[in-house]
């Protein structure tokens, strides 16, 4: 199946808090043709929006996917995530990843009408599998995972103008999984839904006492990186 490669980067500026907010609504479109039916279709589209725009550090959030493309119940899409610096100073950084369905009324592409779907099956993997790199799931991990969010185990130096400080990718690629249906039958008809997942990432200024106020994790550094600790009671 042929699809094209869009390459997205938007830049939040901040000066000691930033929060980007990136909603990625990916297509998710299959169409099946039962006996004695009419075509039906998953689908979706793609947008990019800042929550937040301050003067100061320069982060971004950076992808290649193609969000034109058509997908297939059991299917694997290359996604590529990662964050870039290109503000000249150091940060810290966490993210974490929503994954939320919504009802399209029948109309491919529509997104006025954000009506939360939850669908009631279970499902083996999950409908939407999010396969990470080994920079999340390596033996060697370069994030550690803090309830919902993961923090970068380096301090995020800052490059400037055209030579940013990128992180390398923490997303490889999506799968839709394979047991999802346009049947109700058998299952959630996922017919005329969207799934939209939002990359949530912050940063702070490299000191300990924002984080410790703000995110309520610790961290210290060693040789080779940060060491992050939860400050939660829970």
Do not use: H
Not at 5 to 12: D, Q
Not at 26 to 41: E, K, W
Not at 50 to 71: A, H, R
Not at 149 to 178: C, K, L, M, R
Request: proline residues 5%; hydrophobic residues 35%; aromatic residues 14%.
């Amino acid at each position: 199946m042929y699809y094209r490669l869009k390459r997205y980067k938007k830049k939040c500026n901040k000066i000691f808090k930033f929060m980007l907010c990136l909603p990625l609504l990916i297509i998710m479109a299959a169409v099946f043709q039962l006996p004695g039916s009419t075509n039906t279709f998953y689908t979706s589209s793609s947008n990019i929006r800042n929550m937040l725009i301050t003067k100061g550090s320069e982060i971004f959030i950076q992808e290649y996917f193609s969000p034109d493309d058509l997908w297939l119940a059991g299917e694997t899409k290359k996604k590529e995530v990662w964050f870039g610096n290109q503000s000249g100073q150091e940060q810290v950084i966490r993210f974490k990843v929503m994954i939320e369905w919504f009802s399209n009324n029948g109309t491919p592409g529509d997104l006025s009408d954000d009506t939360k779907w939850i669908y009631t099956g279970k499902y083996d993997p999950e409908p939407v599998v999010i396969n990470w790199t080994g920079e999340i799931t390596g033996e060697t991990p370069e994030w550690t995972k803090i309830g919902d969010y993961y923090y970068y185990n380096q301090v995020f130096n800052g490059g400037s103008g055209a030579n940013p400080t990128e992180t390398p990718p923490i997303i490889d690629s999506v799968t839709f999984s394979p047991a999802l249906s346009n049947s109700a039958y058998i299952g959630d008809d996922f017919s005329d839904k969207s799934c939209r997942i939002t990359i949530i990432m912050e940063s702070l200024a490299v000191v300990a006492a924002y984080t410790e106020e703000k995110w309520k994790a610790a961290f210290a550094q060693d040789g080779t990186g940060l060491i992050w600790s939860s400050l939660d009671p829970q």
